[in-house]
């Protein structure tokens, strides 16, 4: 048999007695020598300190390498064997680190050895997979559980076996070393200080380091067993009681080197996208009420597919790459002035697609009468969270068809039906300039003025337009509904007129006429907005920009009523559409994310669901609000002579549900991004998007 090791640190006051069951196995020990010159000592074979002679070694701690005195004179090891000094061995170090120098971890290369017993396993190394540290916890929590039930105590060391046999069928190994023993058996380690992780008197882990001497162990007393890892004011990281059996409290994966990768652990679970119309709590039962059973048999359908479609078709492309920003070039390369809009292809793919859904020739299609509206902006509704702002320009598309619809079949008809069309190669849109710098929303302030230039052409009189028109969203589209002044400035509103303006000459340009060209219109630049990122909003000069005269002269801001009326309720159900979509999504993720230990669901807890239920609440009560005054619109179309009480009811009600809907549905929304936690923060949810979109309604 070898001898043991005997050690004694530099100062000579301090010998301890080792032995191992490595000592044939390996040519390289470690040895404790206490203060500056010690510290863990790595010989390429081990030799007790002493103050004969002198050699070379390695040490981990304060320093990579030091030189300290040996004893020639116990030059031997293993039945006498001679052996070669320090400084001439160039042996294969087993024990070598594998982590970053920086990190100065100092760890043994892991011994790939199966855990046979409690012992074996409670010996190995810091550098375990995290995995058994996280196995602790099942079994903290079944104490927990037993002691408040008063049931017999759960015994820590057949937890473990058991779990070492589940280890061993899952092919799971541990890695196993002795390095570094004294006195007790458990685990050690080397780093730091001077002395380095060690065990001292007693099982388990101790750290005589940083100024403690050989026989204290910080973190526990002498008789305390299990594992102990200082790191404040003597609290060890393990130990919570002075039994083996007890569980690890507070055993933190940080104290391993090897960190848990984020596959491993906890696994919240996505909330499920399902049909947004047979999930709504109230659209599917509101329509049963405004429409007559033949309609609603023949919308249902439609409407049950396009709440497929916008899980799986709309809302995917809306949160792709394919949708962003637009941008302008202002000049080609020849210096020439070109203000070239493009528009990303996911946002007009979008448009695209809403066109298609027939908006808005759904509304002046007129196959349901009265109650086409109540179908349009059902489908509104379904679609507005998920469609990127496209609407902004189609509800502008529809004042702007009313306008011309009222105007009957006459020269504007050619414009009526591309404004109307499902076919997106043909349909246009447009916009609506009113707001301007002095005034912004009062028009009665409007610096656009309009000169009559003596033409006259098929779609009536023409004027040159001259101003800057501040704020104009739907800067892509064909045409455009402008208020210019055509009286005195002391005229105030009683001197504008309504324009229709082609944003580029010819509006319908033949197969052998040169590619439209912009009608004068000179884009300053686009608007850098808090929301509707993808919608291009400009700032516009208009320089001898033709025009031609749809109002009568100095009667625009009646003529443009409809636009009004019309692009309120829209932005009513805007507001409503957003507010659906984030109760939705808050409603969805109650049904998936467990609270309490994982024995609750979200939508079980009764303080959770009475907070869901004020915006469930609140979504019902503007949905039929704002479905009331779609319906009465619908009725005022469609009646050529229908009760005045109901056109002027319809004019107070629309800037009434606009506001109301606006200012009710932004609270809303918050309430329902806060239901998630932390993760209705997250860009990604859809509730940071709704949000900054739906403010622009305010």
Known sequence: MPEPWRSRNTQGNDEVVHSSPVQQ????????????????????????????????????????????????????????????????????????????????????????????????????????????????????????????????????????????????ASGWYWSLSDSGKKAGDGWSDHRAS????????????????????????????????????????????????????????????????????????????????QNVYLTDPVLPSLLERLLPQSVLEEVQPDLQRLGDDVVKVIRPLASSPLVSPPTVTQYDQWGRRIDA????????????????????????????????????????????????????????????????????????????????????????????????????????????VATSTSRSHSYGDVYSLNGVKWFSSATDSEISLALARTGSLEDGSRGLSLFLVPLRLPLFPGPSETPPVSNNIFLHRLKNKIGTHALPTAELSLEDTEAYLVSPLNKGVKSITPVLNITRVWSAVTSTGHLRKCLEIAVSYAGVRRVGNGKELLKDNSVHVERL?????????????????????????????????ESLRLRMLTPVVKAFAAEKASGGMEEAMAALGGAGYMEENGFGRAIRDALVEK
């Open 25 to 168: 196995a390996n040519t390289s020990r470690w040895h404790n020598g206490n203060s500056n010159r010690g510290g863990w000592q790595k010989r390429d074979h081990w030799r007790p300190r002493g103050g004969h002679g002198n050699g070379r070694g390695r040490r981990w701690g304060g320093q990579q390498q030091a030189e300290g005195n040996w004893n020639r004179a116990q030059d031997t090891w293993n039945n006498d064997t001679p052996l070669k000094p320090a400084d001439e061995v160039d042996t294969p170090d087993p024990w070598a680190p594998t982590y970053p120098a920086e990190a100065d971890w100092g760890l043994p290369q892991p011994v790939k050895k199966e855990p046979e017993n409690l012992e074996e396993l409670m010996k190995a190394q810091a550098h375990m997979h995290s995995d058994f540290v996280r196995d602790l916890i099942p079994f903290y929590l079944k104490t927990i559980e037993a002691s408040e039930k008063g049931e017999p105590e759960v015994k820590l060391e057949s937890y473990l076996e058991e779990m070492i046999q589940k280890r061993k």
């Open 613 to 645: 239920t004020k915006v469930s609440l609140l979504y019902r009560a503007l949905t039929h609000l704002v479905f009331g005054v779609v319906q009465l619109m619908g009725r005022v179309e469609c009646r050529e002579t229908g009760a005045k009480d």
């Open 341 to 448: 809009l493009q528009t990303s292809e996911g946002w007009r793919k979008l448009k695209a697609i809403a066109q298609k859904e027939g908006i808005p020739g759904i509304f002046y299609e007129r196959l349901y009468g009265e109650h086409s509206r109540v179908y349009g902006f059902a489908k509104i509704l379904l679609m507005v969270g998920d469609t990127q702002e496209v609407f902004c320009p189609l509800s502008m598309t529809d004042g702007a068809a009313r306008i011309l619809e009222q105007l009957g079949k006459g020269p504007w008809y050619d414009v009526y039906e591309r404004l109307i069309s499902r076919d997106p190669a043909k349909a246009f849109t447009a916009g609506q300039w009113m707001t301007e710098r002095p005034g912004g929303s009062d028009v009665s302030q409007t610096e656009t």
């Open 194 to 273: 001077n002395n380095g992780w060690g065990v001292v008197q007693d099982d388990g882990w101790g750290e005589p380091a940083t100024g403690r001497s050989g026989g204290e162990d910080w973190g526990r007393t002498q008789q305390d067993k299990g594992w102990a890892d200082p790191t404040q004011q003597n609290d060890g990281w393990g130990i919570v009681s002075r039994k083996v059996n007890q569980p690890f409290h507070g055993v933190s994966i940080i104290a391993f080197p090897f960190p848990m990768r984020i596959e491993q652990g906890f696994q919240p679970a996505p909330f499920p996208e």
